[in-house]
Each structure stands twice: as structure tokens, then as C-alpha cells.
DNA sequence: CTGCTCTCAGACAATTCGTCTGAACTCCGG
DNA sequence: CCGGAGTTCAGACGAATTGTCTGAGAGCAG
């Protein structure tokens, strides 16, 4: 059955992001999984034994809510993210434009907009995106017409 | 002591949006407090005795946090908001940013903008927006040079 | 057979969260 | 003065979540 919604816990996180960082390392060719153990040696670089465990029961969460996948081989499982970062950000947005704005995305897009944090090149590459939309809608258009 | 930010609850959430749609409806003047009763009407409509318990202990909550001031009033103490839906759409936003990517808000409108879920009319609303930053950041400098 | 690594499965404690109970206070009408 | 209604104050409670930890068992190399 295909849960709702889950979120992930902030240690869940940062074993996602330890996989997302081994991915993008990789991103020209298949990134091999990851082992529990390497997880660890990121996470806990001087940990006890029982963080072992720790990071085991993180993956098998992660696993139940579709986060990660796993393959099983030997000698160890090794792990690989079945949702990206880019998805997680869109998950939580959603999540904020449901629960505080009615759903719709605008008020943060607006919020986002008028921080004031983006250089020049940031709203230049913000004005390209919007362009290339409206090009595509255009497009899109015509083509319906016949 | 200033706390860290602190999220609140959907429960909590729903109080407070109480507030926010009451102050939205005096906007023109003083908003007049809201009384645990009228909250109780608005999110109970037919609700129970103990309802009213779990709206207080919900505001107790909310004013521990900094969201909501209360005012000590005869018959009934009044609530209001002190956190703007706005001020928590920047809390979740810079939150989300911070623990999935490194504290960058770019990414949150990067996907926001190529969700494609733009109407053309707040794509143009956008550039407007980013037209105007243009220029106030081009005033500033120009201020700036003499 | 032993030791190491790993899997599998659960227990645990602390915290959070929404709900609920009950004592006490305040005010007002009779 | 008393009773009733409404409200405040303060806590308890159960369920769920979360990160950590323990222990049995499997697999493999030496």
C-alpha cells in the first residue's frame, strides 16, 4: 500500500545525505551502494560499537518509508537513495504550502523572493528559468491548436 | 532567554490560523483579542467540554513558544498572534534549507520555480518582483559611489 | 573451532503531542 | 450569602516517535 507522506527525522537525514554525497560523487557512472559500515565512518568517525545498530535501524526506517533502497549481497547489503534531495525539498515544501498556506506555493515562492538573499546572478538565472517556462507554455500552446 | 526556533504542532498550527484569519478581518483597525471560547467555536464546532482544556493547553504551549501573547482581560483572558504566517512560512523555509542543503535557499526556489505549477500571471508577477530588486539594488549603489 | 563482521529483531528511555480531569477563582443573578 | 456558569491553573495520561542499545544467529576466513 502506498503510504502517505513521510517525512524524515533529522539522523535519518544525515544518512540520506551521506548516500546523496556518495551519488554525486558518482554521477558519471553507476555509484556502487554503501555499506552500513561506511555510514558509520562518516557519521560516527569514533564510534562505539552500538552506533552500528544505530545506523542499521536508520536504514531499516528509511527502507519502510521508501527512502532507500536496499540490495542485498555479500558480504554486506549496500544501500542507495530512492529519494532524492531534489524530492525531499519538494516534499517539504508542500508540506509548508498545505499546512500554512491553503496549498498553494505562491506565499513561499513571494516569502523566498523578497528574503533579499539572492545576488544578481541568482535572479538573472531566476529571469532565464521563468523565460524558458513561458517559451515552453508558448510552445505547448501552438502545438495544441491543430 | 531567547529560544531556539521552535516549529509548532498542526494542532497548534490550527489555533493559530484562527488568529491570523481574525486579525486578517481587522485589518483596517486594532484587531480585538480572541477569547479561548471563540477559538473553541471555530475548531469544535460541536465539540465537548474537554475541548476547551485542549485549546488552552494548546495557547499555554504556543505562548511558551513566543507565537501568541496573551492579555490578561476581565471575563476572559484574549489572545493574539505573535508570529505571522509569513514569519512561519520564513521559519519552515529556512529551516528546510538548513538541514537538507547546507542552509542555501536556492535550491527551495529553483524547485519552486521549475515545478511548473507557475501560473504565467505569477511568473509575471515574479519578474516584477525581480525587477524591483534590481533597482533598489542599483539606487543603493549609486548611493553609495559618490 | 574461533573470531570478526553483519543481519535480524526487538527493548528502552526520553520526549512530544493531543486529550482529559479536577481544584480553584471570578462574576453575576437570585 | 449561595449556587451556577464560565474560566484559569496545573497537571496526568496514553500513544507515538526517536535515537540508542542489547543480544541471538548467520556467514566467512583463518
Redesign the interface.
Known sequence: MSAPFQDVT?AE?AVLDVLWKHEDEHAQDQAPGVTIREICQVLYPRGKASEYATVQKLLDRLEAKGCVERRRQSPAHVFFSALS??E???R??NS?AK???GGS??????????????T?E??AA??S??DQ??AT?KTRRKGKKK
Not at 506555493?105 to 539572492?118: K, S
Request: proline residues 3%; contains cysteine; positive net charge.
Open positions: 533529522d537525514l534531495r531534489d525531499l525539498i519538494g517539504r515544501l509548508v499546512k500554512v498556506c506555493l505562491t506565499p513561499l515562492l513571494t516569502h523566498l523572493v523578497q528574503n533579499q538573499e539572492l544578481s541568482e535572479r531566476l529571469r528559468m521563468l517556462f513561458d507554455k
